[in-house]
Structures are given as structure tokens and as C-alpha cells.
């Protein structure tokens, strides 16, 4: 629906600009409708890289991760990642509920950890979203996640330069698992793992699948735990978001 | 704004040594960090000339631009509103916080929403507006003005944080900055969880894709777009680009010049209402762009770069009168570089004059633009329209007097005959003026020239004359 305001508005900015024609051709020189060699070539180096390749990204993402306080740790097996799981479980105090829980996304990766057994000797539940609901109020998972020491998620891609996650919104992975709870935990496999920001948005831009699903309602990079600088500028990890992130790689 | 006030609340800076020491911190990290982290971009520094280029190419197809966003954003399920003037743009948003029968609404830092005045609106239709920034919730509590763009609360010291934290949230005094941040996060928890309504500013919107984005550290901007049923996005209508490839490299210049990040801690894109319960995200999803004088800065060719600021902020970190003086002087959410030359741009050049004139005119700010904006240029056009005046920005001459003085100076310095007379009455006149020594030390009807510093007398002699009888005499060699 284009309103009164709107053409109004748009009919402004073409007199500011002392613009005549209005049939919209200027817009097929400002965004790009094919792919450059550039692109192609982006495109080709990372399907063509092979798993070589992809440990060294590993390594670099590990590297830069420390650096933002992102805690990378490569697993071997499932079991693997929920035992180091159940470590940092069993190494934290509770700090939005009574008690200790986990909220997890039901994803492949996140449900082969099998969490639900892994953390009953420890008594510490583990939530994952059920069934939709119509109403969109705050959903009885979300409650959960209020209240969550750890959300497992999973991610889309680990960008190494800037050890980045990204991550779009689909059923039964809402982004609020990534924000809320006061650990953030994403496992992911070793092909998941971008060099940098031109990989992801070359992908983004050009692959069919992505193109196909396009950006979601909402699409979050998240680089390091939640922190601010505000008071004295001063850095404080914790402001409103998780304290600590982990990624945990697939790599058998 | 006063003629006295930006001179007044300025020297109180100077003299607040607190302050100065924050300043100095501030552009001592993000001003060095910034220019690091433009010399390390993997294309090398000049990416930013390409982001400028990209810059004036998505200002000079606007109109086509916002028509795409717009359609996009609906196609995505959300609704665009347009409002040319600041009332508009708040009303837009007291309808919708009336039909959700809002009581409380979170909101992201954003500069817009100061501009167009929108918390107190909310606040009198009787929402509780909660700012979620830490910066701008501090200043919120304190009942104060953000003195920098990404750290508001800059001015304020951890004593004064804590005293006032203390007394609004009721906890024992701490000098603890951790402790500090902790107590502000239980509080603004509650709120998030509770609120029915989240704002925003927007820092990018892709016209290709349909998503306004946002760039945090702290989350406070993830948890106001995600968890309150409905959701408003604030943006000024030049913030906006064309395509995916055109964000990446100017999102990676935003966050290098509001904070040497190679990237910010949180970068979201929102395009629309959740779908359902298990994949969340708002109910409703509003965007509100706004003109308010934007398109009198883009119809004049000559000030229209203005339009491709990005916001960062990053101009105030190298800025050298911004370091003494702080954000309070320019009087407005604007304030440094950026501030100098758009607050007189959108609220009048005459009525925001002292800005411009007390930029230095050094250059730093164009240097550690992202997207290199030639700051210093439009404020020595702005002092000209002062000094000149004009009709198409309704500038009347700042100081007629002066332009008449200056009228007759030019008049002299181009008759040589009278440029004489006039010199021997002035000699034979500063005989009678006060002195310290040689020096002149008050020269009456002009004291401003005098007051900070002593006047040199006219020589006795001109120069040329010292010239023609020095070169009429023989080296000694």
C-alpha cells in the first residue's frame, strides 16, 4: 500500500534532487543482478575448500577467538561436546532463576548431543521449544529461557577473521536462546567455517539456497559475549547479553 | 540556543578536569584504534574513498531507494510509515503504542529519536519510556543530555554513577565499574521482559533486502527488537544502501569508526514480524522514516555530502575542540564535527552559530570519517554564509557591523593613498591606547582582540619603506 505520505515524501527528495524520470532505471546500476569474476571466484574457493583447508580456518578462528573472548574448542564426537557441556553446568552459579537449566534449539547438531540424558545425572533440565502456538505472546519456552543459565544454538556459519557467528531465524530456533540465558554455547560443523564477512555475504548474495530463503525476519551476527564500555569507558563483559560464548566444532 | 550558552557551558568543560581526563581517555583508545584499523582493512585505507563514492551514489538515487525499501519491508510483512517533519514522525508512534495499548516501551540508543523529540511524547499519552543503552540509561536516570554519540554518559565518573544508582535502584555505594554494569542489568532485565513495545534507531537499511540493521555491544538493541510484541524502527531517510555488497563495506567502516571494531559485537538484521511462537521475534514490525529538513540538505549540492554520514561518531574521537570542551557545547544529540555542521543545518544557521566558528578548521574529522566527508569544507561554507548571508538557508549576516568593517578594509587595503592616511591617524591614535611594554593591551570599541592576549603596535615605519632604505645600503662584507 503506497500512502499519500509516501508519495509526498518521495515526490520531496525528486525535486531535492531535481529528478524528472520516475520509472525506477536508475536502480539496475546500484544493485548488482549477477555475479562479478570476483564473486565466482569467492564462490569457487569455498566450495572447492577441502578439509585441510577447513582445519586452518579452525586454527584462525580459535586464534581470533581468543582475542574476543570466544571460547573455540574443537570435538571429536557428540558426546564430546556435552560433557564439556555438563562441566561448565556443574562450574557456574544459577543467576536469572533458582536454579540451574538449559534451553537448547532443536536443530540436528544440537539435538545429536543428546543433552536431556547427558545432564540428568547432574539433575539440570534441558528445555527445547515444543509445539507453535498461534498466539505469539511469550511462549512457555520462553519463560524457560528467562530464566537459563546455558542456550545451545547452533549457527549458519563461523566467520575465523572475526570469530563470528551468524545465524537466521527458522521454527524451533528462536534467537532469543543466543541472548538470554547467561552462557551461550553454539556447536557447529568444521564446513560451517567462512574465512570473513566477504565469504558470508558473497553466499548470501549468490547461493541459490540462500537466495531462496533470503535474510528471515531477523538475522543476528554475534561476535563475543554481550559487553559495554559506557561507564568510564571501562570494559565489562556481561552488559545485557550472555557473559561467556563457546563454539564447539564437529571435526570427526 | 543562547549566543553565551556554547561559550559558557564550554569553558565550565574546560575547567572540569574529570571530564577532561574521560575526553582524553576516549580519543586516546577509539581515535588511535579507528585510525589502526583503517591501515589493516584487508583493501587497504582507501576503501574509505569507495564508500564515499558509494555514499553520493545511493544520496543521489534516494527516491528510488526508499520506494524499494519500502516495498520490501511490506513484501516482508511489516509496515512503513513516512514522515516529512518531526510531529508526523511521533505521532506515527503514539498510534501504534494507542492500538497495542502500549504501557512501556524499551528502547535502543538512538540519535533520531532525540532529534525528533520522542521519549517526552511517549511519556505525556502516559508510556514509561526506558532507555537500555547503559550510556543513555545513566543519563536517563540523571535527567541529563547524552554528551557523545556512542558514549553518552562519558561525562559522568563511577562516584557519580554510583551515588545515583544508589538512590534510583537502591543499591550500597560501589567505586566496582563490574558491580556497577551488574546492577544496571538486573534492573533493565525486568524491564525488557515486561515491556509491550521496542524502539530503535536504525543504522543501515538495505534497500535489496527489506531489513533496517542495528550494531551493538551490549545487546540491549537485540533484546528491544526480539522480545516486546511490537516493534518500531526509527530511521532518517539517508541511512540507507542499495545492496548486500554495498552494506558489508560500509558496516565494516560504521564499526571501525564508532569503535576500531573490525566488527560490532551484535549486528542484527530485522526485517519483519516473527512467524510463530517457536521462531519468535516481534508481532509487529513498524519502520518510521523521517525527512525533518533532510531534503533541504540534499536539494543544495554543496551541503548534500552531509547526507552521507553514517552516524559512527567517529569524527568526536580526534576531534581536538571536541576533546576539550566535550559533547554538551553543541547543544543538541549532534555533537563534535558531525554536530557543527547538521544541528545548524536542521535547526538554523544563525541560531546554532558559535558551533561552526569554534571548529578549528583542522582536518582530523575528514580523516577519520569512514566514508571521508569533507567536514571542514561545509563548516568554512557555513562561516561563510555568516559572514555573508543567505537566502535560500534564511541566513541573515551574523554581524553587520563587522561586514561593514570588513567592507571598509577592503575598500583601504585597494587605495593605497587613503591605506596611508589611515595608518599615520592609527600611529599618531595608539599613543593614547593602555599598553604593557611595546605591547598594546586594550584596544577600545574591539576588546575582543585583547582580551586573551596583547596587540603588537604598529611600527613606526612601514616596510616598504624599512625595505627601500635598507636595500639602498651596501653589504659590509
Not at chain 1, 96 to 110: T, Y
Request: charged content about 20%; aromatic content about 6%; overall charge neutral.
Amino acid at each position: 500500500m503506497i500512502d499519500t505520505e509516501q508519495t509526498a515524501f518521495i515526490q520531496q527528495i525528486r525535486t531535492a534532487l531535481k529528478h524528472t524520470d520516475a520509472d525506477g532505471t536508475r536502480l539496475h546500476g546500484l544493485i548488482q543482478n549477477s555475479p562479478e569474476e570476483a564473486d565466482r571466484t569467492v564462490l569457487s574457493r569455498i566450495q572447492d575448500r577441502d578439509r585441510k583447508g577447513r582445519l586452518k580456518l579452525l586454527e584462525r578462528l580459535n586464534q581470533i577467538g581468543q582475542s574476543v573472548n570466544v571460547d573455540v574448542t574443537p570435538a571429536r564426537s557428540p558426546a564430546d561436546v556435552s560433557d564439556a557441556i555438563a562441566k561448565i553446568v556443574a562450574d557456574r552459579n544459577p543467576e536469572w532463576g533458582d536454579r540451574k537449566s538449559v534451553v537448547a534449539w532443536n536443530h540436528p547438531l544440537v539435538n545429536s548431543l543428546d543433552l536431556f540424558n547427558a545432564l540428568e545425572p547432574l539433575n539440570i533440565p534441558v528445555h527445547a521449544p515444543q509445539t507453535a502456538t498461534a498466539d505469539s505472546g511469550a511462549s512457555p519456552f520462553r519463560r524457560r529461557a528467562e530464566t537459563a543459565l546455558i542456550g545451545v544454538t547452533s549457527a549458519d556459519f563461523a566467520l575465523a577473521e572475526t570469530a563470528t557467528l551468524t545465524m537466521k531465524t527458522r521454527t524451533g530456533q528462536p534467537l532469543y536462546v543466543s541472548l538470554l540465558p547467561s552462557i551461550h554455547i553454539a556447536v557447529i560443523g568444521l564446513d560451517q567455517i567462512l574465512s570473513n564477512l566477504k565469504e558470508l555475504y558473497t553466499l548470501l548474495k549468490w547461493d541459490p539456497v540462500q537466495q531462496a530463503e533470503g535474510l528471515t525476519n531477523t538475522m543476528t551476527f554475534i561476535t563475543g559475549p554481550s559487553k559495554t564500555a559506557d561507564i568510564e569507558a571501562t570494559m565489562v563483559q556481561g552488559a545485557h547479553g550472555p557473559r561467556e560464548v563457546h563454539i564447539f566444532v564437529r571435526v570427526e | 540556543m543562547k549566543q553565551s550558552s556554547y561559550i559558557n557551558i564550554a569553558r565550565d568543560a574546560i575547567r572540569n578536569p574529570v571530564l577532561r581526563k574521560a575526553l582524553f581517555g576516549l580519543q586516546d583508545r577509539f581515535g588511535k584504534g579507528t585510525a589502526k584499523g583503517y591501515l589493516e582493512l584487508p583493501e587497504g585505507p582507501e576503501l574509505r574513498l569507495l564508500a564515499h563514492d558509494i555514499r553520493r551514489q545511493t544520496i543521489e538515487n534516494l527516491d528510488d531507494l526508499l520506494a524499494l525499501l519500502a516495498a520490501n519491508v511490506r513484501n516482508n510483512g511489516g509496515h512503513v510509515h513516512f514522515a516529512l517533519d518531526a510531529e508526523t514522525a511521533v505521532r506515527h508512534c503514539l498510534d501504534i503504542a494507542a492500538q497495542h495499548d502500549v504501557r512501556m516501551a524499551v528502547k535502543g540508543k538512538s540519535m533520531l529519536t532525540e532529534e525528533i523529540g520522542l521519549n517526552p511524547a511517549l511519556e505525556s499519552a502516559g508510556v514509561e519510556v526506558v532507555e537500555t543503552d547503559l550510556g543513555e540509561y545513566i543519563i536517563q536516570l540523571a535527567g541529563e543530555n547524552p554528551s557523545h554519540i556512542i558514549a553518552p554518559a562519558i561525562h559522568k565518573t563511577r562516584q557519580e554513577i554510583s551515588s545515583l544508582f544508589s538512590e534510583k535502584l537502591g543499591i550500597p555505594k560501589t567505586d566496582d565499574i563490574p558491580t556497577l554494569t551488574l546492577a544496571a542489568r538486573k534492573a533493565l532485565r525486568k524491564k525488557f521482559l515486561q515491556a509491550d513495545m521496542g524502539i530503535s534507531g536504525c543504522n543501515l537499511a538495505c534497500a535489496e533486502t527489506g531489513h533496517v540493521t542495528t550494531v551493538s555491544n551490549e545487546g540491549n538493541i537485540r533484546m528491544t527488537t526480539t522480545l516486546p510484541k511490537v516493534y518500531v524502527a526509527f530511521m532518517g531517510m539517508e541511512r540507507i544502501v542499495a545492496d548486500l555488497r554495498d552494506h558489508q563495506i560500509l558496516f565494516r567502516l560504521l564499526s571501525l569508526g564508532a569503535a576500531a571494531q573490525k566488527i560490532g559485537g551484535y549486528v542484527s538484521y530485522l526485517g519483519g514480524p516473527g512467524k510463530d511462537t517457536l521462531s519468535a521475534g516481534p508481532r509487529e514490525f513498524h519502520l518510521i522514516i523521517v525527512d525533518n529538513g533532510r531534503s533541504r540538505i540534499l536539494a543544495d549540492p554543496e551541503f548534500r555530502e552531509m547526507l552521507y554520514c553514517l552516524r559512527c561518531g567517529g569524527c568526536l574521537n580526534v576531534c581536538p575542540v571536541y576533546g576539550e570542551i566535550g559533547g554538551h557545547a553543541y547543544a543538541s544529540a549532534y555533537s563534535g564535527p558531525v554536530g557543527a555542521v547538521v544541528t545548524p543545518l536542521l535547526r538554523g544557521i544563525n541560531r546554532f552559530a558559535d558551533l561552526c566558528q569554534g571548529e578549528t578548521l583542522c582536518g582530523a574529522c575528514m580523516d577519520a570519517c569512514p566514508v571521508n566527508i569533507d567536514l571542514p569544507r561545509m563548516l568554512l561554507l557555513l562561516r561563510n554564509k555568516l559572514a555573508e548571508g543567505d537566502h535560500q538557508w534564511d541566513v541573515h549576516v551574523k554581524n553587520p557591523l563587522e561586514q561593514f568593517i570588513f567592507g571598509m578594509w577592503s575598500h583601504l587595503v585597494q587605495h593605497p593613498l587613503l591605506y596611508d592616511v589611515a595608518l599615520r591617524l592609527a600611529r599618531m591614535g595608539q599613543t593614547l591606547v593602555p599598553k604593557h611594554g611595546q605591547m598594546i593591551s586594550r584596544l577600545p570599541f574591539a576588546e575582543g582582540w585583547t582580551r586573551s592576549r596583547d596587540l603588537k603596535k604598529i611600527a613606526d615605519q612601514r616596510f616598504i619603506h624599512r625595505y627601500r632604505s635598507l636595500a639602498g645600503r651596501q653589504p659590509h662584507d
